[in-house]
């Protein structure tokens, strides 16, 4: 073996992985280097050697990357939360586009050709900071058994205190001070992971970016809060609080929420627009956290699915119903399939308080609904939206999709990976790639958006399997 554990080594860096980590070759041997930026010439420490590729800590830049910017966050590399601040807005895109191009070849065996005449421009942001509209704030005690709020250490459960992320909502400071300081007058105990005791776990906060409203929801060890109304007094002069609530969770589990919620004040949930419609927010529901990039990326979906006013438009994996209340308005009628029973009634409510009359929602799994309402009830589909979570879509349902055969399939997908493979296996099932836009939802960070446009094959004969 070339080199070993703790040798310093010099490396160019040329590329960057798909976390966003810097790659580059010492002596021809590849390193992974966290933190290096493309273009760096760095110092780096080998932390683990395989035996064609090592990885390695970033310990001086010798030469800096032309991309590289002043990045605007004190700990933002301690932080596991933004992989890329220290890289130009304008490379991070670059980079999400190529990352998205390179997996669709890689994984989904599509050809560069292919991939270069479908491939739109990125959509990106103007600000890349403060758009996030939710935050879950670890709360924990520091070496020195003082209260913390902030973020896990990257790959860690240890807390680096932070109560003002940059890419956060500039009231989640003044409610983790409140928290903060309510737990050490009431001697409230933040929950120890290694020993299950104590109480306070998570601080959720969400803030509705178009109407204002806010919500705070403290994840708990336990089944009640002590001088609860204490902390409602502090957190219900906040301007735009609407929802201060906690939800149980005594399992020993990385799910940060647990299922049931207890509201101390104001109302369940909390209300946000995306472009005409407008939603109702629980704690236990998804709901995009870019809620500008969101407005886009839904434009794009709306584009690609292109509907001319009577089709049957399946929306799985739909959360709150927002592409299926966004779709409603062109389509004859929607379908949505999502396994969270309270999203399932947000998007019901959601439909009803828009006045939006053709869309259904069925509470499962995505790979049961579907061949179940298609095989039983014999319902159709002309086009299919999926917008699975990271790991994709099930086997199942894919193949159900090809039974039903939609003209048109658009996939929203949060992991490229997973995106190629489940594209592979459309294609081979009768579709082909017709658009590919990338959209940054999450500026900072190595994670990128993606939307395919897949349009049905008529002749058996032209699939393109590559
Ligand atoms: N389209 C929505 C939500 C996307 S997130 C939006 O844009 O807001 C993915 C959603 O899939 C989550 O709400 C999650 O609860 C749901 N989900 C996860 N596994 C599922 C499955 N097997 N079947 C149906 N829904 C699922």
New binding site residues.
């Given amino acids: 073996m070339k080199y070993q554990k703790n040798d310093k080594v010099v490396i160019k860096i040329e590329d960057m992985g798909s976390s966003g980590e810097g790659i580059g070759k010492a002596d021809g041997f590849p390193f992974f280097v966290k933190d290096a930026l493309i273009g760096d010439t760095v110092e780096a420490r080998a932390t683990k050697v395989k035996q064609n590729y090592g990885y390695a800590r970033l310990e001086k830049v010798i030469t800096p990357s032309s991309f590289r910017v002043e990045p605007v966050c004190p700990v933002h590399r301690q932080c596991g939360g933004c992989q890329l601040q220290a890289l130009s807005y304008e490379k991070q895109l670059e980079y999400k586009q190529k990352k998205v191009q390179d997996a669709l070849m890689r994984i989904g065996g599509f050809s560069r050709e292919t991939i270069d005449r479908i491939t739109e421009p990125v959509v990106g942001m103007e600000s890349g900071f403060h758009y996030r509209n939710k935050a879950q704030f670890p709360i924990g005690s520091d070496k020195n058994g003082n209260l913390v709020a902030g973020f896990y250490a990257g790959r860690t459960h240890s807390i680096i205190a932070n109560t003002d992320c940059a890419l956060g909502v500039p009231e989640n400071r003044e409610i983790l001070e409140i928290v903060l300081a309510y737990m050490r007058k009431y001697h409230v105990p933040a929950y120890d992971e290694k020993t299950g005791r104590g109480l306070v776990r998570h601080v959720l906060i969400r803030k509705g970016f178009v109407t204002g409203q806010l919500m705070v929801c403290l994840v708990i060890n336990g089944k009640k809060l002590p001088s609860a109304e204490r902390l409602v007094a502090a957190l219900a002069v906040i301007p735009g609080m609407t929802s201060v609530s906690y939800s149980v969770n005594e399992k020993n589990t990385n799910v940060i929420i647990g299922e049931r919620i207890v509201l101390l004040w104001g109302k369940e949930r909390i209300e946000d627009r995306i472009g005409d419609i407008m939603f109702s927010i629980s704690p236990l529901?998804?709901?995009?956290v870019n809620p500008v990039q969101?407005e886009k990326l839904?434009g794009v979906a709306a584009e690609f699915a292109d509907l001319k006013g009577n089709e049957t438009v399946w929306?799985?994996?739909?959360?709150?119903g927002?592409?299926s209340l966004f779709l409603a308005g062109k389509a004859g009628q929607v379908y949505g399939?999502?396994?969270?029973p309270q999203?399932v009634a947000d998007a019901r409510d959601n439909a009803a308080r828009n006045g939006i009359g053709n869309a259904s929602f069925f509470v499962?799994?995505?790979?049961e609904?579907l061949p179940e309402k298609y095989r039983r009830e014999g319902i159709t589909a002309d086009v299919i939206v999926v917008?699975?979570?990271r790991k994709g879509c099930?086997e199942r349902?894919l193949a159900t999709m090809l039974q039903m055969r939609p003209e048109k399939i658009v996939y929203?997908s949060?992991d490229c990976a997973t995106l190629a493979r489940d594209l592979k296996a459309l294609c081979a099932g009768g579709y082909e790639p017709e658009r590919v836009r990338a959209v940054d939802m999450f500026p900072m960070t190595g994670h990128v958006e993606s939307i395919v446009l897949l349009s049905k094959l008529h002749t058996k004969q032209n699939i393109e399997v590559e």
């Fill in positions: 529901s998804f709901y995009q969101t839904y929306d799985l994996y739909c959360g709150i927002t592409i399939v999502e396994v969270v999203a499962g799994k995505a790979e609904v917008d699975p979570p099930d349902c929203v949060c």
